[in-house]
Protein backbone atom coordinates (compact mmCIF):
# COMPACT_ATOMS: atom_id res chain seq x y z
CA UNK A 1 0.00 0.00 0.00
CA UNK A 2 1.03 3.76 -1.18
CA UNK A 3 0.89 6.62 0.73
CA UNK A 4 1.94 5.82 4.80
CA UNK A 5 1.46 9.04 6.26
CA UNK A 6 1.83 7.69 9.71
CA UNK A 7 3.88 4.54 11.45
CA UNK A 8 3.95 4.06 15.08
CA UNK A 9 5.01 1.36 17.47
CA UNK A 10 7.35 -0.99 19.55
CA UNK A 11 8.78 -4.36 20.03
CA UNK A 12 5.21 -5.89 20.89
CA UNK A 13 2.66 -4.11 18.38
CA UNK A 14 2.22 -1.37 16.45
CA UNK A 15 0.15 0.70 13.78
CA UNK A 16 0.52 2.18 10.16
CA UNK A 17 -1.94 5.11 8.82
CA UNK A 18 -2.11 5.06 4.98
CA UNK A 19 -3.78 8.29 3.91
CA UNK A 20 -6.17 7.23 0.52
CA UNK A 21 -8.13 8.92 -1.78
CA UNK A 22 -11.59 9.16 0.67
CA UNK A 23 -10.28 8.14 4.13
CA UNK A 24 -7.42 6.52 6.31
CA UNK A 25 -6.57 3.07 6.24
CA UNK A 26 -5.02 1.95 9.62
CA UNK A 27 -3.64 -1.13 9.77
CA UNK A 28 -2.25 -3.07 13.31
CA UNK A 29 0.23 -5.70 13.90
CA UNK A 30 0.51 -7.02 17.56
CA UNK A 31 2.77 -9.75 19.31
CA UNK A 32 1.08 -9.92 22.20
CA UNK A 33 -0.87 -12.84 23.20
CA UNK A 34 -4.68 -12.93 23.16
CA UNK A 35 -4.80 -9.45 20.96
CA UNK A 36 -5.88 -9.37 17.10
CA UNK A 37 -3.41 -8.59 14.59
CA UNK A 38 -3.70 -7.99 11.20
CA UNK A 39 -6.63 -5.85 11.41
CA UNK A 40 -6.99 -3.81 8.56
CA UNK A 41 -10.24 -0.63 8.43
CA UNK A 42 -11.16 2.21 6.35
CA UNK A 43 -11.62 5.79 8.65
CA UNK A 44 -13.33 8.32 6.43
CA UNK A 45 -11.94 12.23 6.63
CA UNK A 46 -13.71 13.78 9.15
CA UNK A 47 -13.20 17.75 10.75
CA UNK A 48 -10.56 16.33 13.10
CA UNK A 49 -8.83 14.48 10.74
CA UNK A 50 -9.23 15.68 7.25
CA UNK A 51 -6.98 14.85 4.05
CA UNK A 52 -3.60 16.16 4.31
CA UNK A 53 -3.09 15.81 8.58
CA UNK A 54 0.17 15.68 10.20
CA UNK A 55 -0.45 12.79 11.61
CA UNK A 56 2.85 13.34 13.45
CA UNK A 57 1.59 16.35 15.01
CA UNK A 58 0.74 17.29 18.96
CA UNK A 59 -2.71 16.29 19.52
CA UNK A 60 -2.38 17.32 23.33
CA UNK A 61 0.09 16.35 25.49
CA UNK A 62 1.85 13.37 24.84
CA UNK A 63 -0.36 12.13 21.77
CA UNK A 64 0.05 12.43 18.11
CA UNK A 65 -2.61 13.02 15.99
CA UNK A 66 -2.42 9.81 14.31
CA UNK A 67 -2.77 7.68 17.35
CA UNK A 68 -5.55 10.29 18.42
CA UNK A 69 -6.84 8.66 15.08
CA UNK A 70 -6.39 5.34 15.77
CA UNK A 71 -8.10 5.37 19.23
CA UNK A 72 -11.11 7.96 18.74
CA UNK A 73 -12.19 6.96 15.21
CA UNK A 74 -14.91 4.89 14.73
CA UNK A 75 -13.83 1.82 12.20
CA UNK A 76 -15.95 2.12 8.65
CA UNK A 77 -15.42 -0.88 6.23
CA UNK A 78 -13.79 -3.83 7.80
CA UNK A 79 -10.56 -4.88 4.65
CA UNK A 80 -8.99 -7.11 6.61
CA UNK A 81 -10.31 -8.73 10.33
CA UNK A 82 -7.07 -10.46 11.34
CA UNK A 83 -6.33 -13.45 13.86
CA UNK A 84 -6.02 -13.47 17.66
CA UNK A 85 -2.44 -14.14 18.54
CA UNK A 86 -1.76 -17.76 20.17
Not at 34 to 52: A, D, H, I, L
Amino acid sequence: MNNVRFVSGGEWSGIAIHEMKNGWVVETWSRISGQMTGVKYTVPFNRSFPSGTDLYEEWNEGTTKGVALYERSSPGRILRKGIRVR
